[in-house]
Structure formats: structure tokens, C-alpha cells
């Protein structure tokens, strides 16, 4: 099976060996149910970012092309919404089993073009599959409300309906699951759906788009656009598309919250992050210091939950020695290589940023405990790598403080109380995930109720909800009021409709018009 699907893909878009610089491939739209190639004069080139390589081109889709993807989500939607709720939960039933069957390759796809390492990949699958499987409980989460009798022969009840044509602009740091978290859930509630993948790391979604239509979906259900700024403005602007799911940086997300939020739309908008980890000095050190490298370093540090700030609190300062030596340990290298422990950053320009942001807390009286800025990779001598760093002394008026890093670097502050502890979090403006390490309940229970971050995790680093509920980041790190997937992505992808109706047995036809407000 693998090799049937990973055959059709390659033929569908770029030939993921041996390619030569004087044929790169491409990517194609999927308009309409069909793999077509862009009429665009204007390409984006995907790199490797272990090599730095060119691995193919994505179009940036003409109007034209954008308009037919459109046109084609919205010929499929009354169809969709009227097919029966049980067809469209035995789609995505074999669509969870054709994921599963082809996790290795969608994998592949993402480190290939994305740079993570291969179990990691896996996990960015799993993941999304956990919200398809999810999905697969529509027959549940559609349920509608009742109240009979609510006077005398009359009763209340009502549906939650499809939107219409749905579109989402996914980030490049999840290629499979952030996709999963948006097509399916819109799909399966009778929503047609364009999708914009990052151009960065377009081969998942194709993937995960072929193995949809293998599963079923029909024709011009799903949608795939590729591009950047135009594509973003033709899908805030577009009369035809009713809802925006988005997940990026704060930059993008507040452009595409107030620009389609301007034409009417809904718009959920998923955004940058500082996350903390306070360390209490009654935790489990062992496994602390454990669970902060690896979500502090996993992914080079480019998750939107990675734990990239930690404050350590009165003796657990006393940890920060062996916190870097922990680090020290970590394997970086091509996420193909076995036993890579964490892989490169996107793009040489995302080096560079990470590397001047580095250089500016030792600017600012940081002390650099531990830099990974001039790491060199045997083999992947042009690879975007940047080696696990801590910088300790930090103070939240610094720059790296500030500003969301996406890379290998944890930031070390220290207080002498968690109230202190607390009151740095909440006043850091995002507040999408954030951990405390300790085992006393008391301490983690004040903790969770007092710090104003949307997930909060209790010897949890990286507290991603699952998918039966929803991922709630707050403040900076979200626009919209309703979250991704769970019950909330249910509400956001669907309307209410409220039917009252009167049955009478007996004859009571009004005698005169009733003029008052009924009650
Ligand atoms: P990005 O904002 O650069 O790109 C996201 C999408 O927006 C892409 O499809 C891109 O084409 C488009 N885009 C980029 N710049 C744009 C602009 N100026 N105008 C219109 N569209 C634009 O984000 P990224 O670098 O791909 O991803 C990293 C960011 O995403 C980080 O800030 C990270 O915290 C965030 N993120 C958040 C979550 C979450 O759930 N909160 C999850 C993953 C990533």
C-alpha cells in the first residue's frame, strides 16, 4: 500500500530522489479533483533544509487557478451537505485507516522538506490523525439540541449546519497535523474546503489530499491552492468562502483575522507563543530536567508549544548546571540519521534570526550558558543548523525575552517565589501553553488557576490537548472566539439552525391575527 500511494504521489508532483537542478519538479494544484499543473509564471523553490538543496517549486497560483478552486469548492457544496452524515463519517472512517497505512511516507515527506527529525515527522502524523479519528465521531458531536413541549402542541429543536466553502492557511512547523486539524473537521460537518499549505513544506497536505480522495471524498470537496500573500488575499476577500482557519505567526494571523473579519467571515487565527516552564524545588529533578530538553530542544524548537522560556524557582536554580549538561547530550543532525535528536531550522534566514537573537542577550547581560550557533554537521556542511543553546540571566525586558525565538534556545530566568513566577507569565503578552513542574498539588493547582495562559500543563511540558478537546491558547497567541477542533471546532465550522414547531391534534384555527409578541 505504501508503495502504491508513494508512486501516484510522485508522479503527481515532484520525484522525491535524485533530483537534478536542471529539472526540478513541481507541485500541483488540486483543483476540482484533479493533480494539475499551474499556468503561474511565478514559483517558490522548496529547499532541504539539511542541504540546502532545491527539492522542487510550488506555484504562486494565478487568479484564475484560485478562482476555478473556488468555483469547484462551491459546485460541490450542496451535495456534500446533503449527503448523509453516515456517508460522510464512512469517508474519513477509511480516511483515518489510509493515514495510518501511509504514516511512514507522509513522514518522510516532512523531514524531507521540513527538516524534523523521522520519529518526530511521525509524531506530527499521529497527531493529526488523532483529530480524523475524532471526526470519525460526527454522528455525535452534530447533535443538535431539543426541548419538547415547550407550550401547549409546540416544540424547539435545532441542527447544526455546514457554512459553506471553508479555506485554511496552514504554518510550515506542523505539515500534517495542522492541515488535519482543519479540512477534516470542516469536511465532515458538509463544509467544502480550500486549503493553502505553507509553500514551504507543501508535500504533506498533497499527500494527505490523494489519500482523501482514495478514501472517498468526492470532487471539488477539497481544494488546494498554493502561494503566499495573493493567495492569503484572495481567500480574506472572496465572497464565495464563509470561514478562515489559520495558524501562523502573530505577523500574518492579525492580518488575516482583521482583513477577512472585515469581509464578513469567521476567523479562528492560531498564533506565536512564549512558553514557560516554572520549576518548583520540590519536583521530580529527574524527570524535570528531562521533560524541559526535550520540549525546550525537540523540533529545533520550532513547535508553537515548545517550552522555550524556564523559570526556576528558589534552590531549583541550583539545577541550571545539570540542565546544560542534559542539553549538552543532544544529537543534532539530518532528520533522516538515525538517532538525530533534533534536526536544522527552516531556512538560512531562520538561522540568522535566531543566531542575531542569541547575540542580542549577550548583548543585553545575558550570560550564554550553552550556544549552538557555530555547530557544523558532518555531511550537512549547508544545512540551517543551529545547536541546542541556554541563555541564563535573562530579564523580561530583554530582546530574546521579548520576541518569539523558533529555534533550539531556552531562556533561563529565576525568581524566589512562585507568585513572582507567576506574575512574570502573565505579563508576557502571549499565552498559548505553559508547565509547572512540582509535586505538590496545592502549588500546581494555585498555579493553574491563577496564570492566564490558555493550557497549562502539570508535569506536562507540552500540554497539546487531544483532540476531544480543543487547543485553547489565549491572549496574543489567539484571534477568534472559537478554538481548533474538539467541541469548539465543531461550533466553528457549523451554524445553528432553530426550528419552533406546532402540531395540534385538535382544530384551533385562529380566529384573528395575533398582533402581540406571542409568550
Ligand atoms: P507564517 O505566519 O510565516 O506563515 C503561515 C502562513 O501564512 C503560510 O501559509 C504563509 O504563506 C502565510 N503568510 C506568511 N506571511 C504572511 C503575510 N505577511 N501575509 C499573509 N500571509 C502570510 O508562519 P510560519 O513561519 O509558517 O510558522 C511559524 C509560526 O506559527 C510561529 O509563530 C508559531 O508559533 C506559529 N504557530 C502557532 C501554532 C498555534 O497553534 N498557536 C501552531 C504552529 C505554529
Given at each position: 500500500r505504501i508503495l502504491q500511494v508513494s508512486s501516484k504521489v510522485n508522479s503527481i508532483w515532484y520525484p522525491l530522489s535524485s533530483v537534478s537542478s536542471s529539472s526540478v519538479s513541481t507541485v500541483k494544484l488540486f483543483i476540482d479533483g484533479k493533480f494539475v499543473e499551474s499556468k503561474s509564471d511565478k514559483w517558490i523553490d522548496i529547499h532541504n533544509p539539511?542541504?540546502?538543496?532545491?527539492i522542487g517549486r510550488v506555484p504562486e497560483t494565478t487568479k484564475a487557478e484560485m478562482d476555478a478552486a473556488i468555483a469547484s469548492c462551491k459546485r460541490a457544496f450542496p451535495a456534500w451537505a446533503d449527503t448523509s452524515v453516515l456517508s460522510r463519517q464512512q469517508v474519513l472512517l477509511r480516511y483515518q485507516q489510509l493515514i495510518k497505512e501511509n504514516l511512514k511516507e507522509i513522514a518522510r515527506l516532512i523531514t524531507l522538506e521540513q527538516g524534523k527529525t523521522l520519529a518526530d515527522a511521525e509524531g506530527d502524523v499521529f497527531r493529526g490523525l488523532q483529530v480524523v479519528e475524532h471526526a470519525c465521531s460526527v454522528t455525535s458531536l452534530l447533535l443538535g439540541e431539543t426541548m419538547p413541549s415547550i407550550t401547549k402542541d409546540m416544540?424547539?429543536?435545532?441542527?447544526?449546519?455546514?457554512?459553506?466553502v471553508c479555506a485554511g492557511i496552514a504554518p510550515f512547523n506542523f505539515p500534517a497535523m495542522i492541515p488535519l486539524w482543519m479540512f477534516p473537521m470542516a469536511m465532515v460537518c458538509g463544509n467544502t474546503f480550500l486549503m493553502k499549505p505553507s509553500e514551504r513544506v507543501p508535500g504533506a497536505t498533497m499527500l494527505l489530499a490523494k489519500l482523501l480522495q482514495d478514501s472517498g471524498a468526492p470532487d471539488g470537496t477539497l481544494n488546494i491552492i498554493h502561494g503566499q500573500h495573493e493567495a492569503v488575499n484572495c481567500i480574506?476577500?472572496?465572497?464565495?468562502?464563509?470561514?478562515?482557519?489559520f495558524v501562523g505567526s502573530n505577523q500574518a494571523g492579525e492580518y488575516i483575522f482583521e482583513r477577512g473579519s472585515r469581509h464578513g467571515k469567521r476567523v479562528q487565527a492560531n498564533m506565536g507563543a512564549k512558553n514557560h516552564g516554572v520549576v518548583m524545588p520540590d519536583a521530580n529533578k529527574e524527570n524535570t530536567l528531562n521533560q524541559l530538553v526535550g520540549a525546550a530542544f525537540g523540533a529545533a524548537g520550532q513547535r508553537c508549544m515548545a517550552l522555550s522560556t524556564v523559570i526556576l524557582v528558589g534552590e531549583a536554580k541550583k539545577w541550571l548546571t545539570e540542565l546544560v549538561e542534559r542539553a549538552k547530550n543532544l544529537r543534532v543532525n539530518a532528520g533522516n540519521q538515525p538517532g538525530a535528536d533534533l534536526g536544522p531550522l527552516i531556512t538560512p534566514q531562520a538561522k540568522e534570526r535566531v543566531c542575531n537573537l542569541i547575540d542580542s542577550g549577550n548583548k543585553e547581560g545575558a550570560s550564554i550558558l550553552l550556544d549552538g550557533r557555530k555547530i557544523k554537521v558532518k555531511g550537512y556542511e549547508n544545512g540551517n543548523f543551529v545547536g541546542p543553546t541556554i541563555i541564563s540571566n535573562v530579564k523580561p525586558n530583554m530582546t530574546c525575552y521579548?520576541?518569539?525565538i523558533f529555534g533550539p534556545v531556552l531562556l533561563v530566568l529565576e525568581t524566589d517565589t512562585l507568585d513572582e513566577a507567576i506574575k512574570i507569565v502573565n505579563e508576557n503578552p502571549y499565552g498559548n501553553g505553559t508547565a509547572i513542574f512540582t509535586t505538590n498539588g496545592a502549588t500546581a493547582r494555585k498555579y493553574s488557576h491563577l496564570v492566564d495562559v490558555g493550557q497549562v500543563g502539570v508535569n506536562v511540558p507540552i500540554p497539546v490537548p487531544l483532540?476531544?478537546?480543543?487547543?485553547?491558547?489565549?491572549?496574543?497567541?489567539?484571534?477568534?472566539?472559537?478554538n481548533f477542533y474538539g467541541k469548539q471546532g465543531i461550533q466553528f465550522y457549523t451554524q445553528l439552525?432553530?426550528?419552533?414547531?406546532?402540531?395540534k391534534e385538535e382544530d384551533a384555527t385562529l380566529s384573528s391575527p395575533a398582533v402581540a409578541m406571542p409568550t
Open positions: 539539511a542541504t540546502n538543496e532545491v416544540d424547539l429543536y435545532s441542527y447544526r449546519l455546514p457554512l459553506g480574506c476577500d472572496h465572497p464565495d468562502i464563509k470561514a478562515i482557519s521579548k520576541e518569539e483532540p476531544m478537546f480543543s487547543f485553547t491558547g489565549s491572549r496574543a497567541s489567539f484571534r477568534g472566539d472559537t439552525k432553530t426550528i419552533t414547531s406546532q402540531w
